[in-house]
């Protein structure tokens, strides 16, 4: 229904000839002329200014001086929260009379008819202005400016970092139009620009005003691997993660939270004081300093590993408070080994204290300490003459490294492998990682190592072999290894000999050759050098000469009938087995009970 309050009652209408139903000198027409001058002209897609008359939760009725109101869907005023009947709203219409006679209008198009150029002038006057954000988009927000959907980038929603954008949708906000795409009519709003010429004053204040040492409130603003920015009012510092706590963190949030409100206090700033450096673990006493002060050197204490490095482990006996255990003082053995091989971050350890410097604040631990030291007692433990089992954990071109148990280690000199096999490297003799059997030779306590051999385990058979291997000898041998100088030769009992290369020729002239079982002559036996000398060639010469003796001596007149021994082989016992001492000893009592 069109308001009438003002239109003013026509002048000549009878109002008698109305009352008693005689109206027919004022025509239909005329009635109608009458009524339409008493509306305002208004034509279909054009944009006026309406009233609002009432509304509700669904829809706003707008008069704008037509012979019927309009009705607007609620939603299309969304960005206006506050409107109220009364307010002055622009409408486009639409159609003036739809099939029902009712004029249709919308609040929507009249803003987008017309938006483009209030934007502009809002752009152009610095104007705030204000928008209903719609939803979330890729980057920030989409907000409904004057029926345009402007873009809200997320760095321009506040001077804080948003981290949950979807709180916002929905919110009618104020907006300051800070860049327009004429050619692509993009429109970009902030509403961070409104409240940044304030807290530019106030960050002024602020900065004026820092000083070292200073203790200010702020608020976590963001958390990173390596620290945590603090918001100052305006003002950003950062707390580096090494000034979070007096004890070593691994991740800034185990102190502190997003938009925790902390005590922090200035430590420094450069010239400009655009980089504050701020601290929270200062405002509390270094645990040093708390700490007993009756721990000495000597003591026990139990800890956390708070840090592994190969050369040793930290550990945390009190937040704050830290020893250094290094790797040699994990174990008493000597092997060069990681200090990972002893333990791992967050084992629960016990140590001593071996040094504490309260001033310097550093401390040394051990925890080999907590075991007694092997070579105290090592005469009574290990005499020399004694017989142990030990693990091969080395070789050298001169030795086997071993140990006995951990800490106590010695050397096997090659020459002490075996008395009868000349060995080139340890290596053909054992293995790393093995078990032998030595017997302590000596004793060296001032570099902490034992002499050790192996062969000692055994009889010398040397002793045997000086009574089988006298000069003269002959033995049956085989060719096992052929050099520059001479040729090795496999004996019984696995003893080697030797034979330079003139000793090696055979009766018919030819060169005696590799795996060629030949007799051979002892022609030099040493038993403190281990070495036999043999010779081939001397076996048939020695024949030869005596021939010839023989010979002379029956040309000449006979003097004596006695008969000339000729060599043989007194041994044929080369199958025997290597390092058979059983048989060797069989034999040596068995050549004393001949004597």
């Known amino acids: 229904?069109?308001?009438?309050?003002?239109?003013?009652?026509?002048?000549?209408?009878?109002?008698?000839?109305?009352?008693?139903?005689?109206?027919?000198?004022?025509?239909?027409?005329?009635?109608?002329?009458?009524?339409?001058?008493?509306?305002?002209?208004?034509?279909?897609?054009?944009?006026?200014?309406?009233?609002?008359?009432?509304?509700?939760?669904?829809?706003?009725?707008?008069?704008?001086?037509?012979?019927?109101?309009?009705?607007?869907?609620?939603?299309?005023?969304?960005y206006n929260p506050d409107l109220k009947v009364g307010d002055v709203v622009e409408v486009y219409i639409e159609n003036q009379e739809?099939?029902?006679?009712?004029?249709?209008?919308?609040?929507?198009?009249?803003?987008?008819?017309?938006?483009?150029?209030?934007?502009?002038?809002?752009?152009?006057?610095?104007?705030?202005?204000?928008?209903?954000?719609?939803?979330?988009?890729?980057?920030?927000?989409?907000?409904?400016?004057?029926?345009?959907?402007?873009?809200?980038?997320?760095?321009?929603?506040?001077?804080?970092?948003?981290?949950d954008y979807d709180v916002f949708v929905g919110?009618?906000?104020?907006?300051?139009?800070?860049?327009?795409?004429?050619?692509?009519k993009n429109v970009v709003v902030?509403?961070?620009?409104?409240?940044?010429?304030?807290?530019?004053?106030?960050?002024?204040?602020?900065?004026?005003?820092?000083?070292?040492?200073?203790?200010?409130?702020?608020?976590?603003k963001n958390i990173t691997s390596y620290g945590v920015f603090i918001d100052l009012g305006g003002v950003d510092g950062l707390i580096h993660i090494t000034d979070l706590s007096w004890g070593r963190v691994s991740d800034p949030r185990e102190v502190v939270q997003l938009d925790q409100k902390i005590n922090v206090v200035i430590l420094d700033f450069d010239d400009e004081k655009k980089r504050i450096a701020?601290?929270?673990?200062?405002?509390?006493?270094?645990?040093?300093?708390?700490?007993?002060?009756?721990?000495?050197?000597?003591?026990?204490?139990?800890?956390k590993v708070v840090v592994m490095a190969d050369y040793g482990a930290f550990i945390e006996i009190a937040p704050g408070v830290e020893g250094l255990i290094h790797v040699s003082e994990m174990s008493w053995s000597q092997h060069l080994r990681s200090a990972q091989d002893f333990m791992k971050v967050g084992d629960e350890v016990e140590a001593v204290i071996l040094t504490l410097d309260r001033?310097?604040?550093?401390?040394?631990?051990?925890?080999?300490?907590?075991?007694?030291?092997?070579?105290?007692?090592?005469?009574?433990?290990?005499?020399?003459?004694?017989?142990?089992?030990?693990?091969?954990?080395?070789?050298t071109n001169f030795g086997v490294f071993v140990e006995i148990e951990e800490g106590v280690d010695g050397l096997i000199h090659i020459s002490d492998l075996s008395w009868t096999k000349k060995i080139k490297h340890p290596s053909e003799f054992?293995?790393?990682?093995?078990?032998?059997?030595?017997?302590?030779?000596?004793?060296?306590?001032?570099n902490r190592r034992l002499s050790l051999g192996h062969k000692q385990l055994e009889e010398n058979p040397w002793d045997v072999f000086e009574t089988v291997f006298t000069q003269d000898s002959v033995h049956e041998g085989t060719i096992v290894e052929m050099l520059d100088k001479g040729a090795v030769i496999q004996l019984e009992y696995g003893v080697e000999g030797f034979a330079t290369p003139k000793h090696l020729v055979k009766e018919d002239g030819s060169q005696a050759q590799l795996n060629e079982k030949l007799p051979f002559k002892v022609i030099e036996f040493n038993k403190e050098s281990k070495r036999i000398i043999l010779s081939h060639s001397r076996i048939f010469e020695d024949a030869q000469r005596a021939e010839a003796k023989e010979a002379k001596k029956a040309a000449a007149p006979k003097k004596s009938s006695k008969k000339e021994d000729t060599p043989m082989i007194q041994n044929q016992a080369a199958s025997t087995t290597l390092g058979d001492i059983d048989a060797l000893a069989a034999l040596k009592a068995q050549m004393e009970k001949g004597e």
């Open 98 to 163: 739809d099939k029902k006679g009712q004029l249709i209008l919308s609040h929507k198009k009249a803003r987008a008819t017309r938006s483009w150029d209030r934007v502009n002038e809002a752009l152009e006057k610095e104007e705030i202005i204000k928008g209903y954000i719609k939803c979330r988009t890729k980057g920030g927000m989409i907000v409904d400016v004057f029926g345009i959907e402007a873009f809200l980038p997320g760095s321009q929603i506040d001077v804080k970092p948003i981290r």
């Open 278 to 303: 701020l601290g929270l673990k200062q405002l509390t006493p270094h645990p040093w300093d708390a700490l007993d002060p009756n721990l000495k050197v000597g003591d026990k204490v139990k800890g």
């Open 171 to 184: 919110k009618t906000m104020e907006f300051k139009v800070v860049k327009i795409n004429q050619e692509f």
């Open 430 to 446: 054992t293995q790393i990682g093995a078990e032998i059997e030595v017997q302590v030779l000596e004793i060296d306590k001032e």
């Open 359 to 395: 001033e310097e604040r550093k401390m040394s631990l051990g925890i080999k300490q907590l075991k007694a030291d092997p070579w105290e007692n090592i005469e009574a433990k290990y005499p020399v003459g004694s017989k142990h089992t030990a693990k091969v954990r080395n070789f």
């Open 1 to 78: 229904m069109a308001d009438l309050k003002n239109v003013a009652p026509l002048a000549d209408f009878d109002w008698e000839a109305y009352e008693s139903g005689d109206a027919a000198n004022v025509s239909r027409e005329e009635q109608q002329k009458a009524y339409e001058g008493s509306l305002n002209k208004v034509n279909d897609h054009e944009v006026v200014d309406g009233t609002v008359i009432a509304m509700n939760k669904r829809e706003v009725v707008v008069n704008i001086g037509f012979k019927s109101d309009g009705i607007i869907p609620m939603s299309e005023f969304r």
């Open 190 to 220: 902030s509403h961070k620009a409104l409240i940044e010429a304030e807290l530019e004053q106030q960050k002024k204040e602020i900065i004026s005003k820092l000083e070292k040492g200073q203790v200010l409130e702020g608020t976590v």
